[in-house]
């Protein structure tokens, strides 16, 4: 039994010690890196700021007067908390700076803010829902700042109001522009025919007196003679006898 157990011992070493000449194929352990899970950031700012856009004027064409109303908290939380849920369901890109979750704790911080805001509102309590509209613009300017750091276009910004009349989510017709008025045909004007020359009056001759008339034959002018002739002469008077 000596014999046999030393027997065994020497082939156990003989076989951990193997040949020099074995290659030895080393055991690793690699460790694996979990794939991302999330879009890319350019992805998801893509994809983010059209809902951001949609959200920014909803609120600002909820029809509010000078207090705040509890109507108009109610809807701005329900838009804030929709907002939330639609940029969470895009997926969780890369934060390397932490500024998107900045920007999604002051959509929390707005939400809050809102909630007693509209609280306050329905019991009547108007200077209190008012003043929590100071903390409400704090937290907005937070998710101004993180937004930008982020890299959001939308996201963060005010909306535009819409003009009058015009339903959110509809885009309103441009303006065209005033075209030049166009002139109305004016009516042909017949050619002005020349005047004929007009001939030009003489004046009247002016009247000529007629000339005084001519003496005809002679006329006695007493005894012995007359003044005067006759045609083919005249006798100088009559002689004696």
């Known amino acids: 039994m000596i014999l046999v157990a030393g027997a065994a011992a020497f082939?156990?070493?003989?076989?951990?010690?193997?040949?020099?000449?074995?290659?030895?194929?080393?055991?690793?352990?690699?460790?694996?890196?979990?794939?991302?899970?999330?879009?890319?950031?350019?992805?998801?700012?893509?994809?983010?700021?059209?809902?951001?856009?949609?959200?920014?004027?909803?609120?600002?064409?909820?029809?509010?007067?000078?207090?705040?109303?509890?109507?108009?908290?109610?809807?701005?939380?329900?838009?804030?908390?929709?907002?939330?849920?639609?940029?969470?369901?895009?997926?969780?890109?890369?934060?390397?700076?932490?500024?998107?979750?900045?920007?999604?704790?002051?959509?929390?911080?707005?939400?809050?803010?809102?909630?007693?805001?509209e609280e306050a509102a329905a019991s009547g309590d108007t200077v209190t829902a008012n003043a929590l509209a100071t903390e409400l613009d704090a937290a907005r300017n937070v998710a101004l700042g993180a937004a930008d750091d982020y890299g959001f276009e939308e996201c963060g910004q005010e909306g535009t109001a819409l003009p009058a009349g015009t339903e959110p989510g509809v885009t309103p017709p441009a303006t065209p522009a005033p075209s030049a008025p166009v002139p109305e045909p004016s009516e042909p004007v017949a050619p002005v025919t020349p005047a004929e020359p007009v001939t030009p009056v003489e004046p009247a001759p002016e009247p000529v007196e007629p000339p005084p008339p001519a003496p005809t034959g002679g006329t006695d002018t007493g005894e012995g003679g007359s003044t005067g002739g006759t045609s083919g002469g005249s006798s100088g008077g009559v002689g004696p006898g």
């Not at 029809?63 to 108009?72: K, L, M, R, Y």
């Open 11 to 117: 082939s156990v070493t003989a076989v951990g010690c193997g040949d020099d000449d074995d290659p030895i194929t080393p055991i690793t352990t690699e460790a694996t890196t979990p794939e991302a899970s999330g879009p890319s950031d350019a992805d998801f700012v893509a994809s983010a700021d059209p809902v951001c856009a949609e959200a920014n004027a909803a609120i600002a064409n909820l029809s509010a007067g000078t207090e705040v109303s509890s109507v108009a908290a109610g809807q701005q939380l329900e838009i804030t908390q929709g907002l939330i849920e639609s940029l969470q369901a895009l997926g969780d890109p890369a934060d390397p700076d932490g500024s998107l979750a900045e920007y999604y704790a002051s959509l929390e911080d707005q939400v809050a803010v809102l909630e007693q805001q």
